[in-house]
């Protein structure tokens, strides 16, 4: 029996999606929004005078362990612990790109309760995932 061009090509599709999959299975994924704690501003304000935190999107991220490797240097981590550095994110100084938002979603620790905690932003990284037809969600 002779399969048509068509079904072919969804057959190798297949094969191919599954590779990703795995691929995809086999690599660090920030945490998703359901599995980070919900913080209030005061708390997280509390809790960024003993650690490294900035809130970016709505999300609050540990950024202790990037002081020496910020490419704009250590200062404009730190001066921006505690407070909302959402606008320096995105555009104040510096245009981040997708390796920047990609690790820095690998940093989640928490989500601003508030108007930010609804704010959603989705890393490059994540705008293409392969799932499981029953996975998909609209």
Excluded at 91 to 115: E, Q, T
Aim: charged share 25%; hydrophobic share 35%.
């Amino acid at each position: 029996q002779t399969f048509s061009d068509n079904e072919v090509e969804k057959g190798e599709l297949t094969v191919q999606l599954r590779r990703l999959r795995q691929k995809q299975e086999a690599l660090s994924w920030p945490s998703e929004k359901p599995d980070l704690p919900v913080i209030t501003w005061e708390d997280y304000q509390r809790q960024a005078e003993s650690r490294a935190l900035i809130c970016i999107a709505g999300y609050i991220h540990d950024v202790g362990d990037f002081f020496d490797k910020h490419p704009g240097g250590a200062y404009l981590l730190k001066k921006n612990i505690g407070k909302d550095a959402t606008p320096a994110f995105f555009g104040g100084l510096y245009d981040h790109g997708n390796s920047a938002h990609n690790l820095l979603a690998m940093k989640r620790v928490g989500i601003l309760l508030g108007p930010g905690s609804e704010e959603q932003v989705v890393p490059p990284s994540q705008h293409l995932r392969v799932t499981r037809y029953n996975e998909h969600t609209i």
